[in-house]
């Protein structure tokens, strides 16, 4: 799915909300901000995301990816004060034993 499409379909769901009546507390001044945060946030979050498929591959890049929630634990904790409970540690620890197995795995098997 291209980016430009992913746009369009979150600017009709925004306009949708709109059109709708949906109560939201957005001021009409709050909109540019909105739609600057989300075409920067996800739009180039996409662009990188799959320019990095093409660049380096999709193994290094999905490994990359997979340590964005561990990356969004740590940024909640220092910036929110959120606390890290046993399930987030133990959700970490996951991941990084998944990274450090399929990294394993390809270092082996370019040996070959």
């Given at each position: 799915?291209?980016?430009t499409k ?9 306009v949708t ?9 957005i001021?009409?001044?709050e909109?540019p901000?909105i739609?600057?945060?989300g075409?920067?946030?996800f739009?180039?979050s ?12 999709t193994?290094?890049?999905?490994l ?14 220092i ?19 998944g990274?450090h197995?399929?990294?394993r795995e390809?270092?082996?098997s370019?040996?070959v």
């Open positions: 799915m291209s980016s992913i746009h369009n379909q979150g600017g009709i769901l925004f909300v709109l059109l709708s009546k949906i109560p939201t507390n001021t009409p001044s909109i901000n739609l600057f945060l075409i920067l946030g739009g180039f996409l662009y990188f995301f799959l320019h990095s498929l093409k660049r380096i591959g193994v290094r890049t999905i990359i990816f997979s340590t964005s929630s561990i990356f969004g634990l740590v940024f909640a904790t910036f929110l004060h959120e606390p890290i409970g046993t399930y987030q540690l133990i959700a970490i620890a996951i991941i990084l034993f990274i197995l399929i990294a390809g270092q082996e370019t040996k």
